[in-house]
């Protein structure tokens, strides 16, 4: 199974089986585990023509060392998105683009928060460098819980010419930085736009910066001075989505 890759975690898994079935190969179960979750995904296993094997927790704890919450699966290798299929998305939207750029965001447990925020927030996509980037692995899936295997994960090569691309197809790129001197909620974020959060600590890079057309804070009334990047995430991508139903009901 050195082709394949490990998902664990009740979210995680359901998702899969529901979204992307045939990539399940393999299923493990806590034996003697009966309540409503682990019987979803069983309905959901015997849709898909899976048998489950159940099998004690020393078992499941031999074949991962993470906190599996008694599931795991050996899925074939997830496909993160290329720049191409991300035009083709954008194509056939039928509404204004939403979209998340996460700029140097390493830590994976970061970028799975990022991805549940943005599903809940109606992202189409998130964006990230292939390079000094996490990318995805079942450490973000778990996180996720479920929202990577539906919001497209997008890697491009170079950025900040990704971000050029999509000005030239009439998207705002607004990014989150401590030091702007306008708020979140003084920015026009109603439009098409791509949000960009920079790495904790540096935040986004130099030319990453040059090509955003808007910079944008979030007001800090305590006394830490930042929030993490997913938690940053969030309050931005509401707020679109706020402005973005206020023009849609006015």
């Known amino acids: 199974m050195n082709d394949l890759e490990q998902v664990y975690g009740v979210h995680a898994v359901t998702a899969l089986l529901r979204h992307h079935p045939k990539r399940v190969k393999q299923l493990y179960l806590l034996q003697g585990r009966q309540d409503a979750s682990v019987q979803a995904i069983m309905e959901l296993a015997q849709a898909a023509k899976l048998a489950p094997q159940l099998v004690d927790r020393a078992q499941l704890d031999e074949k991962t060392e993470a906190v599996h919450q008694g599931v795991l699966a050996y899925v074939s290798p997830s496909q993160v998105w290329g720049e191409p299929m991300l035009d083709e998305l954008l194509d056939r939207l039928e509404q204004p683009a939403l979209l998340l750029v996460l700029d140097g965001v390493t830590d994976p447990h970061n970028l799975g928060a990022c991805l549940r925020t943005a599903d809940a927030a109606g992202v189409h996509a998130v964006i990230i460098p292939k390079d000094k980037s ?13 929202a990577a295997e539906v919001v497209p994960l997008v890697a491009v090569t170079n950025l900040a010419r990704t971000l050029k691309k999509l000005q030239q197809q009439g998207i705002w ?39 955003c057309d808007y910079l944008v804070s979030l007001p800090m009334h305590g006394s830490v001075s930042s929030l993490n990047v997913s938690v940053a995430t969030g309050v931005c991508l509401f707020e679109m989505q706020r402005q973005r139903m206020s023009v849609k009901n006015s």
């Open 134 to 146: 996490a990318t995805m692995n079942a450490t973000v899936r778990k996180v996720a819980c479920g």
């Open 173 to 211: 790129i607004v990014g989150a930085a401590g030091e702007a001197q306008c708020s979140l909620y003084q920015q026009d974020l109603s439009g098409p736009m791509a949000l960009v959060m920079g790495a904790e600590g540096k935040g986004m890079r130099r030319l990453t910066r040059e090509h």
